[in-house]
Structure formats: C-alpha cells, structure tokens
C-alpha cells in the first residue's frame, strides 16, 4: 500500500514545515511502515470476499441438502405407513381364509 504513497513528497513537506532532514525521514519511514502493517490490500479483501462467497455457497447448499432430506424422510413414511397397512390388511385376510 505504501507504493502509492510519495514518499519524497511527504518528506518535503514537512522539511518545509519546519522538520529538519533526518527528523522528516524518520517520521515518513514511521508511517510507511504503520500503513504496510495495519492498511488491508485489495489482494487481501478480493481472498477474504472469495471466502465468504464460498461459505455462503455452501450454506446456501446445507440448506438445500436439508430440505432434499426432510422430503425424502417423509416420502419413506408415506411409503412405509402404506406397506404397513396392505400388509395387516393381507394377513388379516389370511386369518379369515385360514379359520
């Protein structure tokens, strides 16, 4: 992020405002390194969106793959519950058939 920062410019301005040459250096390598450390990159922020698109992605699909599940679930209930009754109906008619 410093690249975009004129360093000779910054230096120049406070010699004009008083600082001597080295105090001016000092306090424009100061900054430069304050900005490298604690400034994001667009780099870091295009990483961390790419991120966060993903886990909303996914999220969006857990979401999906539950909805599937509970269709599924109750659809084998359905099915189940059916089967169930045809087959007491049957061997109730077995019974009767039998005796």
Known sequence: M???FNLVAFMDT???????????KALSLA????MDS?????DYLDLRLSELKIDLRLSVLKGELKGDIATLKAELIQWMVTILI???GAIAVLFKFLH
């Open 2 to 4: 410093a690249g975009n």
């Open 38 to 42: 604690h400034l994001v990159t667009r």
């Open 14 to 24: 406070l010699n004009e405002g008083g600082f001597s040459e080295k105090q001016a």
């Open 31 to 34: 900054l430069v390194q304050l």
């Open 86 to 88: 045809v087959q007491t």
